[in-house]
Structure formats: C-alpha cells, structure tokens
Nanobody
C-alpha cells in the first residue's frame, strides 16, 4: 500500500505562484507514473501533469503548459508541482496519484489508471 500526502495548497491572487508537494510512503519499483489531478466544484476531475519516475518524462495538460512544472526528488519519494502565473480558473482541489503498473504514457490523464490517491490540497486563486 502506497500512501500519498499532498501539501502546499493555499489562497493566492492571480499571477501568483504556489508549489505543491506529494510525499509518497514509497515508490513501488521506481518506475511509476505520478500524476497531479484537479477538480473544481461542479466540474469533472482533470489531469494536470504527470511524470514517469524512472525516465523523468513529463506530461502536461494544454491549459497549464508553460505555467506549471512537475518535478521529483527520488531520494525523498516526493513529486512537486510548481505553479506560476496562476489564474482564477486554476482554483480546485489538487490531488496526487500514483500508478504502480507502468510508466506514464498517452493515458497519463486518465484517473482510473492510477492505483493510489492522496486526500488533496486546496488551491484558490482570486482575481
């Protein structure tokens, strides 16, 4: 069982930055896909970014490309999401997820492909 815990959510003004962290109790085989998802009230959950822990390959939703950066610290079993130039539409609960099956691929944005989920951290961006 892998436990994931997110932190770093906060309330910021538009144009501001936040860094979210996702601490995993362990990487299963150092070849996981770690993803960030978000869900705003009344909206479907959407994939934001993902990283293959083995290769370091990264994936982004079009809506966050150029503003968000996903990274990892393997020694700390931690994945980060640096969010810059935040917009009100980025307001959501952000969740970290891990897929222990295979590295990230074209499916990275599909929630059902992930085995483990954190409890989420709230990001609120005001205009």
């Amino acid at each position: 069982q892998v436990r994931l815990k997110e932190s770093g959510g906060d309330s910021v003004q538009a144009g501001g930055s936040l860094r979210l962290s996702c601490a995993a109790s362990a990487y299963i085989n150092n070849n996981e896909c770690m993803g960030w998802f978000r869900q705003a009230p009344g909206k479907e959950r959407e994939g934001v970014a993902a990283i293959s822990t083995g290769s370091g390959s990264t994936y982004y939703a079009d809506s966050v490309k150029g503003r968000f950066t996903i990274s990892q610290d393997i020694a700390k079993n931690t994945v980060y999401l640096q969010m810059n130039n935040l917009k009100p539409e980025d307001t959501a609960m952000y969740y970290c997820a891990a897929s222990a099956l295979v590295p990230c691929g074209g499916w990275w944005y599909s929630g059902p492909m992930y085995n483990y989920w954190g409890q989420g951290t709230q990001v609120t961006v005001s205009s």
